[in-house]
Structure formats: C-alpha cells, structure tokens
C-alpha cells in the first residue's frame, strides 16, 4: 500500500475560542493518528499543541477526541478510516482547553484525592501481606487503568451537566472505590469508614446509569461498569436494606 494524502479537521484555539482547521497530510502505511500529528507540527503547524509521551498506550497522556469519539491518539491507527474520510481531532470534550488538543484534567486529580486511600490492617509491617489470588482476582483488572480519562470525558453525567461535576466522581475513580472495596486486606472498617455508603453519598454513584459508555472507550478493555461499578451499586443497595444495619442505624439515632 502505498502512501496518500488525508483530510484532517484539527481544533485549534484556547480557552477564549479557536475552531476547526482544514489540513491536507500525507499517510503511511501503519500510521497512527498521532503520528499524523507529528507531521502536521512537522510541515504545516509547528505550534499545534499535543500532549503525549509514550506513543504505546501505556502512558495515558494523548487523549482526544477523533470524528468525536475518546481516543487514545497513538492507538488509532489510520487504517480504521476511509483514506477519503474526513478526520476530525478535537480535545476531550469535559474537561477545559488549555490550547489545541491539549485539556485541563485536573478535576480528575481533584477527584483522586477525594477518595480516601487504602487503609493497612493494624499489625501487619510492610512485606507481611499475603493475600489468596482469588481474593484479589476481581479487583486485579482495576490495577491496568493508565489514567488516560477517556472514561471520564465520555460519561454523559460530567460531560453534558457540568453542573454535575461537584458531586459525580466519575468511572474511573468509583471503580477506585470498588478496587478498595474488594480489596482483602483494606482496613477501613475498622476505622469506621464504609466505601460502600461514601460511594453512593459522596461520590454520586447514584447519577450512574449504567449505560457502559465508559466502558466501551477504555484503551485497557477493563469491564469499569459490570466489574466494578454494577457489583459496587448491589453492594451499597445490600448494606442500605440490611436490616441488621437498619437496626443499628435507628439505635444508634435513638442514643443521640
Ligand atoms: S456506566 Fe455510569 S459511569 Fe459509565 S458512562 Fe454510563 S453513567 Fe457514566
Ligand atoms: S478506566 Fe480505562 S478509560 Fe478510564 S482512565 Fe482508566 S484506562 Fe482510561
Ligand atoms: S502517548 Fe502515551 S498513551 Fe498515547
């Protein structure tokens, strides 16, 4: 196959305005469209803005929108297009523009600090964990997230209400909260915190619908709605209806 020129529509602005530029590049055999980025800055615009580090889907870093679907830019391959198709590129769509295709993501840190971190169990040092691998394989999964946030962009519940923004921690880190929650040696607990009800209290596990977008843009193919935050929703319906928590809850209100 040989090589062929492609039409491109890349956003270009900052975050007083900008909009869609025509660019006419030249695609090679097994190109991604990061790739085509390279060349675009190359030939044609050395000042477009892009964000990326590793050019292998490990790093996280070059997520944007293309034809307006959340893609990691070095994993698309160009040959998933039509060489006469129109390709547009535009940053992700949640999240602010600092300039071109690069965004804002801070609200997602801003979120992973929300989440209260794994708690040890008293009594155990560093080195003295030991865990069955069948205790960890459900939440095992959870660890390959390369926090690209094409989940978060791509969820209808931040990404049309911006409003939503405040309470709504998003897939990725409700699926935190899950990873925890599984996790077989996580003390919380006993320290009176319950992952279960600050799911669905603080970090809006509600507002989730389970419509599996989130799911179906993850570079990593990780099951974010039925692994971990369908199984998360029974658990914290379970714990709400328990009548043995019920029971406690209302003596507990009495004694006050
Ligand atoms: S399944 Fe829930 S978290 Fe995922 S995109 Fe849908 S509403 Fe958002
Ligand atoms: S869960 Fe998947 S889509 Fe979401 S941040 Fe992690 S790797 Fe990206
Ligand atoms: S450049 Fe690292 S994931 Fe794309």
Same mark, same amino acid.
């Given at each position: 196959?040989? #090589?062929?020129?492609?039409?491109?529509?890349?956003?270009?602005?900052?975050?007083?305005?900008?909009? @869609?530029?025509?660019?006419?590049?030249?695609?090679?055999?097994?190109?991604?469209?990061?790739?085509?980025?390279?060349?675009?800055?190359?030939?044609? #615009? /050395?000042?477009?803005?892009?964000?990326?580090?590793?050019?292998? &889907?490990?790093?996280?870093?070059?997520?944007?929108?293309?034809?307006?679907?959340?893609? @990691?830019?070095?994993?698309?391959?160009?040959?998933?297009?039509?060489?006469?198709?129109?390709?547009?590129?535009?940053?992700?769509?949640?999240?602010?523009?600092?300039?071109?295709?690069?965004?804002?993501?801070?609200? !997602?840190?801003?979120?992973?600090?929300?989440?209260?971190?794994?708690? /040890?169990?008293?009594?155990?040092?560093?080195?003295?964990?030991?865990?069955?691998?069948?205790?960890?394989?459900?939440?095992? %999964?959870?660890?390959?997230?390369?926090?690209?946030?094409?989940?978060?962009?791509?969820?209808?519940?931040?990404?049309?209400?911006?409003? !939503?923004?405040?309470?709504? #921690?998003?897939?990725?880190? @409700?699926?935190?909260?899950?990873?925890?929650?599984?996790? /077989?040696?996580?003390?919380?607990?006993?320290?009176?915190?319950?992952?279960?009800?600050? #799911?669905?209290?603080?970090? &809006?596990?509600?507002?989730?619908?389970?419509?599996?977008?989130?799911?179906?843009?993850?570079? %990593?193919?990780?099951?974010?709605?039925?692994?971990?935050?369908?199984?998360?929703?029974?658990?914290?319906?379970?714990?709400?209806?328990?009548?043995?928590?019920?029971?406690? !809850?209302?003596?507990?209100?009495? &004694?006050?």
């Amino acid at each position: 196959m040989s #090589a062929y020129e492609a039409h491109f529509r890349v956003w270009r602005g900052d975050q007083d305005g900008g909009g @869609l530029k025509d660019f006419h590049v030249e695609v090679n055999d097994g190109e991604v469209v990061l790739d085509i980025v390279h060349r675009l800055q190359a030939t044609q #615009a /050395p000042d477009l803005a892009v964000r990326w580090n590793c050019k292998a &889907g490990k790093c996280g870093s070059c997520s944007a929108e293309v034809n307006g679907r959340p893609r @990691l830019l070095c994993m698309t391959r160009m040959s998933v297009f039509e060489r006469s198709e129109t390709i547009t590129i535009t940053p992700l769509r949640a999240f602010p523009v600092v300039r071109d295709l690069v965004t804002d993501v801070s609200f !997602n840190y801003t979120k992973a600090r929300e989440v209260p971190s794994f708690v /040890p169990p008293e009594g155990l040092g560093p080195g003295e964990y030991r865990m069955w691998q069948e205790d960890v394989g459900r939440s095992q %999964e959870f660890r390959k997230c390369i926090e690209c946030f094409l989940c978060q962009d791509t969820c209808h519940v931040v990404r049309d209400f911006e409003e !939503n923004k405040e309470s709504f #921690a998003g897939p990725r880190f @409700l699926m935190r909260v899950a990873e925890l929650d599984m996790h /077989p040696l996580d003390a919380a607990a006993e320290t009176g915190l319950d992952r279960k009800s600050t #799911a669905q209290e603080e970090h &809006g596990l509600g507002y989730c619908n389970i419509t599996k977008c989130c799911t179906e843009v993850c570079p %990593e193919q990780i099951k974010i709605t039925d692994n971990a935050l369908i199984p998360l929703k029974e658990r914290a319906a379970d714990r709400k209806y328990d009548p043995l928590v019920w029971l406690g !809850n209302k003596i507990r209100r009495r &004694g006050q």
